[in-house]
T-cell receptor
Framework: GAVVSQHPSRVICKSGTSVKIECRSL??????MFWYRQFPKQSLMLMAT?????????EQGVEKDKFLINHASLTLSTLTVTSAHPEDSSFYIC???????????????FGDGTRLSIL | LAKTTQPISMDSYEGQEVNITCSHN???????ITWYQQFPSQGPRFIIQ???TKVTNEVASLFIPADRKSSTLSLPRVSLSDTAVYYC????????????FGKGTTLSVSS
């Protein structure tokens, strides 16, 4: 089945540091990937849609200059949290949906998330 | 996007069948219904997807009535390891369209 790999799984860093999170589709091509954020005991909140070769589309309230997204290839999207502060501490999850040439109903597959802790 | 409503929590015992119902009154013609399972500190894991009637795979069944305004995820003979949050999502299954998560149902299985 489709596999989405996310790295790193956990990051602990000082306030003011920029942190990059990678999301890779391992066995399929994904022209579009999605980034979610999840706070403790809450549901996933969509942050942005990452499009290969073009600018990401951000959800309302998400600062595009704070959360930089790059989708340089059909299998890799990165999320960079710039100048991170304690309030940016959260669980970040990426996902992608494959594009099967035979079938059109491809479910969305998720990475295992990145736990970001800003001290 | 269709909004979904699920019970906040459910309790069960090992070996029982668990049915989680999701309401989606505003589901659109092109929308699929997808269920995910999430364990703490992990990404959601795909369980099952359907459009109408009944779908069954090796871990669950999905029942969808003719009006498609609700759906029921059925987990046969649950075990302790099925304790997780279950999300019902409704949306168009296209590559550029993200799934929007509701609050989910926290299932607790006891021995």
């Amino acid at each position: 089945g489709a596999v989405v790999s996310q790295h790193p799984s956990r990051v602990i860093c000082k306030s003011g540091t920029s942190v990059k999170i990678e999301c890779r589709s391992l066995d399929f091509q994904a022209t579009t990937m999605f980034w979610y954020r999840q706070f403790p005991k809450q549901s996933l909140m969509l942050m942005a849609t990452s499009n290969e070769g073009s600018k990401a589309t951000y959800e309302q309230g998400v600062e595009k200059d704070k959360f930089l997204i790059n989708h340089a290839s059909l299998t890799l999207s990165t999320l960079t949290v710039t100048s991170a502060h304690p309030e940016d501490s959260s669980f970040y999850i990426c996902s992608a949906r494959g594009q099967d040439r035979v079938e059109s109903n491809q479910p969305q597959h998720f990475g295992d998330g990145t736990r970001l802790s800003i001290l | 996007l269709a909004k979904t409503t699920q019970p906040i929590s459910m309790d069960s015992y090992e070996g029982q069948e668990v049915n989680i119902t999701c309401s989606h009154n505003n589901i659109a013609t092109n929308d699929y219904i997808t269920w995910y399972q999430q364990f703490p500190s992990q990404g959601p894991r795909f369980i099952i997807q359907g459009y109408k009637t009944k779908v069954t795979n090796e871990v669950a069944s999905l029942f969808i009535p003719a009006d498609r305004k609700s759906s029921t995820l059925s987990l046969p003979r649950v075990s302790l390891s099925d304790t997780a949050v279950y999300y019902c999502l409704v949306g168009v299954n296209q590559a550029g369209t993200a799934l929007i998560f509701g609050k989910g149902t926290t299932l607790s299985v006891s021995s």
